[in-house]
């Protein structure tokens, strides 16, 4: 299995950028599918992007379209989510996560491994 750490949290103003990052060990990555979900507090975890493994094929929940960019360099092992136009809504813990499936939105049940999770609070 995959394992993943995930880095590029913290605090930042309404309309301010943060850039995620997803580092992978393992000979395996450029095998999976990647994913990022984002669980708010009190609420359930909720798929937010998700690229293949080419990195050709891209998927992102309604609330994040025209906002987010995911994007994977498969030499580094490592899977990017660029977060822009930050609107505290997206205040929550953010995971990485390997698929065994993409689809235009990613059940819980389509993930292989998670992160740790990273925390993104976005103030008002």
């Known amino acids: 299995q995959v394992q993943l750490v995930e880095s590029g949290g913290g605090l930042v103003q309404a309309g301010g950028s943060l850039r995620l990052s997803c580092a992978a060990s393992g000979r395996t990555f450029s095998n999976y599918a990647m994913g990022w979900f984002r669980q708010a507090s009190g609420k359930e975890r909720e798929f937010v992007s998700g690229?293949?493994?080419?990195?050709?094929?891209?998927s992102y929940a309604d609330s994040v379209k025209g906002r987010f960019t995911i994007s994977r360099d498969n030499a580094k092992n490592t899977v990017y989510l660029q977060m822009n136009s930050l609107k505290p809504e997206d205040t929550a813990v953010y995971y990485c996560?390997?698929?065994?499936?993409?689809?235009?939105?990613?059940?819980?049940?389509?993930?292989?491994?998670w992160g740790q999770g990273t925390q993104v609070t976005v103030s008002s």
């Open positions: 996560a390997a698929l065994r499936w993409l689809s235009d939105y990613v059940p819980l049940n389509a993930v292989q491994s």
């Open positions: 690229i293949s493994w080419s990195g050709d094929i891209t």
